[in-house]
């Protein structure tokens, strides 16, 4: 088999489609996430906080005085971000959650399907009440006609 139709053949395989899938979307919700911390989470604790904006707050190296890290930067002066740390350790918190909670609510869907009965395999005669297959039309203790499948 050549190289290039065990490429293709792997490539054709659903669970590396699965996984491309899987990388865009998860991409994708790390945005919304990084937008929800920034956007809409962060504001009132800031507020909370004394009207701290945390994606501002910095630690300047260069000893020269600056009003804030976009000026910082600007200048290119060296800089600890640490606002900007406390706001991706929360995208990675929210991230986390969401993600245990989608673990947890498809594992407690699979014990589910897993701890459903299976169907049943016999049924009650209704004439002399002995069990007998499921499929049985006849009854095989007193050969009364049961009909079919219940």
């Known amino acids: 088999m050549s190289v290039r139709t065990e ?3 792997f490539i ?12 865009v979307i998860g991409g994708a919700f790390g945005t919304v996430v990084k937008s929800f911390v920034a956007d809409v989470l962060m504001p009132p604790i800031g507020l909370l906080a004394g009207g701290l904006d945390f994606s501002n707050l910095f630690i300047n190296l260069s000893g020269t005085p600056y009003a804030s890290l976009p000026d910082a930067q600007k200048a290119g002066a060296p800089t600890i971000n640490y606002g900007m740390f406390i706001n991706n350790v929360l995208s990675f918190l929210i991230i986390a959650l969401a993600i245990f ?25 209704p004439f002399c009440r002995m069990t007998i297959p499921i499929e049985a039309t006849r009854c095989g203790h007193c050969t009364s006609e049961v ?3 219940a």
Do not use: T
Not at 101 to 125: D, I, T
């Open 7 to 9: 490429f293709r053949d």
């Open 12 to 23: 054709a395989r659903g669970n590396v489609f699965d996984l491309a899938v899987g990388i």
């Open 101 to 125: 909670l989608m673990v947890k609510g498809y594992n407690r869907l699979r014990r589910q399907a897993e701890e459903a009965p299976p169907p049943p395999s016999q049924k009650e005669c």
């Open 147 to 149: 009909g079919a499948a």
